[in-house]
């Protein structure tokens, strides 16, 4: 794997990152998960925009724009001989001294990382959801920040182990439904959309909301709220989301199955984000 760092393309055993970096001491640092297409970014603008709303409460400051980002992340992704392909871009405080910060950070490093993704099949091989033992932590700050402080979500993957068809459940610390390790979750009952409300302390998905978007058009009823499991084990039909998987059908819940697989609403908000990727929007 060829890694961009600070303006440079190295091999991945080659690359370093400092041990004063505050992204390293402190987790000061955020991330984004990225899917390109043939070449292309996919709803780059809103990731650009979540990714700046974090430096800006973190007091980072970038000088990259989205379109010097972009010419990085391509880059990158040609240097790998890629043309479909997962992209992690990370931007941490830099290397400030052990100590933590009282003013800007106005050196952050820039870190790009891509690999191959595997063809997505159709249908989709299900995830069965896991309710997890641990509860979501609370947000960081005012919101849910795509951060380097990822503890949580290890612990997580720890409970759930090396089961590559499960997908783990958070619930809030007052056991409302919250989200996946990796990802946002829906279900469909009577013909609508449900959704942990982002009130949860859950991440502000890019593809959760584009998701939202196309139900909208296709004249799916959608509700964002504060939801106990039970109303998720009441689903006639589930899936989770994330930006390199789009959309995953659930088929059990802590062991109990759900009446479909792959429903028909899950179909049809799959087929409708393929268009959207095929289009570019």
């Not at 979540?50 to 980072?60: C, K, P, Q």
């Not at 978007?213 to 009823?221: D, F, H, K, N, T």
Request: proline share 4%; with cysteine; aromatic share 8%.
């Amino acid at each position: 794997m060829q890694v961009y760092i600070n303006g440079e393309i190295v091999p991945a055993d080659q690359a370093t990152v400092s041990v004063l970096d505050h992204g390293f001491l402190y987790g000061i640092g955020l991330f984004e998960t990225v899917r390109v297409y043939q070449g292309r970014l996919f709803l780059w603008k809103e990731h650009f925009a979540r990714l700046s709303a974090g430096l800006l409460a973190l007091r980072i400051k970038a000088a990259w724009s989205a379109e010097d980002l972009e010419a990085c992340i391509l880059q990158t992704v040609a240097a790998n001989g890629l043309r479909d392909a997962y992209v992690r871009i990370s931007i941490t405080a830099g290397a400030e001294g052990v100590g933590l910060a009282t003013e800007d950070y106005s050196r952050p490093s820039l870190f790009i990382f891509v690999k191959e993704v595997a063809p997505l099949t159709e249908p989709p091989r299900p995830k069965r959801l896991q309710i997890l033992s641990i509860p979501r932590q609370t947000a960081e700050g005012h919101v849910r920040f795509k951060s380097h402080n990822y503890l949580n979500n290890a612990l997580a993957r720890l409970e759930i182990g090396n089961q590559a068809d499960v997908e783990g459940l958070f619930l809030t610390g007052d056991g409302y439904l919250a989200e996946g390790i990796v990802s946002n979750l829906f279900w469909v009952r009577a013909g609508q959309l449900y959704t942990p409300s982002e009130e949860t302390g859950i991440l502000a998905g890019i593809t959760r909301r584009h998701v939202i978007r196309l139900a909208e058009r296709l004249g799916i009823p959608v509700h964002a709220g504060i939801y106990r499991p039970d109303e998720l084990l009441r689903a006639d039909e589930a899936f989770v989301t994330n930006s390199i998987q789009e959309i995953v059908p659930v088929s059990s819940v802590d062991g109990r199955e759900l009446p479909s697989a792959y429903g028909e609403i899950t179909r049809a908000l799959r087929l409708a984000y393929s268009q959207s990727v095929a289009s570019g929007q």
